[in-house]
């Protein structure tokens, strides 16, 4: 157990439809990390942030958007979803992105995704 | 572009031999950090391994090692003793310092005959 926990643990949901994920980073965490799991395009980092604010944005649509909140909790936010959404989305927490020393990230279990 | 490589999609070898992921990667940066993570049945991504590009030495976490050639830009994991439990997919993935996201390879599933 990472120590990262994610909600739901599975979602199925139809085109068109609009659906939230949660995450909660490791106690002490204060940065958290998106990524896609497909499996076309494998692992793909989507959005960083760290204690509130957006620091870092990759190959994230612009139907998708999240947020971190002040109790550090993060929500990704899917709209308009198409068959193409269907994947594993994961969350992973890290301390911080500080110099000189390696920030690990630790992964939450992941939240499946269906689109029908 | 960065990018990972793992060359090899699949893997297998006996219970208690010893097997090797291949990794390469590509990044201008002189400034990064290296893993390997697993990916077992459950879908849970667990890191096994990691590695600071300016240290020379190379990691080792009990049954798990890495030969890191820097210059070749080559990161590879070995198993020693393989056990059941090992059979997962195995990603290598960087971070650059600075810009903490990762960048992972395609995977290698590897499977352990009994």
């Known amino acids: 157990d990472s120590g990262v926990t994610q909600t739901p643990k599975h979602l199925i949901t139809a085109t068109g439809q609009r659906v939230t994920l949660r995450c909660s980073p490791r106690?002490?965490?204060?940065?958290v990390y998106w990524y896609q799991q497909s499996l076309d395009q494998g692992l793909q980092f989507l959005i960083q942030y760290y204690n509130g604010e957006e620091r870092a944005k990759g190959n994230i649509l612009e139907r998708f958007s999240a947020q971190q909140f002040p109790d550090l909790h993060s929500e990704l936010n899917l709209s308009s979803l198409e068959l193409g959404d269907s994947a594993l989305y994961f969350c992973?927490?890290?301390?911080?992105?500080?110099?000189?020393?390696?920030?690990?990230?630790?992964f939450g279990p992941g939240t499946r995704l269906t689109v029908l | 572009a960065q990018t990972v490589t793992q060359s090899q999609p699949e893997m297998s070898v006996q219970e208690a031999e010893t097997v090797t992921l291949s990794c390469t990667y590509d990044?201008?940066?002189?400034?990064?950090?290296l893993f390997w993570y697993k990916q077992p049945p459950s879908r849970q991504m667990i890191l096994v391994i990691r590695q600071e590009a300016y240290k020379q030495q190379n990691a080792t976490e009990n049954r798990f090692s890495v030969n890191f050639q820097k210059a070749a830009k080559s990161f590879s994991l070995k198993i020693s003793d393989s056990q059941l439990g090992d059979a997962a997919m195995y990603f290598c993935?960087?971070?650059?310092?600075?810009?903490?996201?990762?960048?992972f390879g395609q995977g290698t599933r590897l499977t352990i005959n009994p």
């Open positions: 992973a927490s890290s301390v911080h992105p500080s110099g000189g020393s390696i920030d690990t990230q630790y």
């Open positions: 993935a960087y971070s650059i310092q600075g810009a903490q996201k990762l960048v």
């Open positions: 106690s002490g965490d204060l940065s």
């Open positions: 990044t201008s940066e002189s400034d990064y950090y």
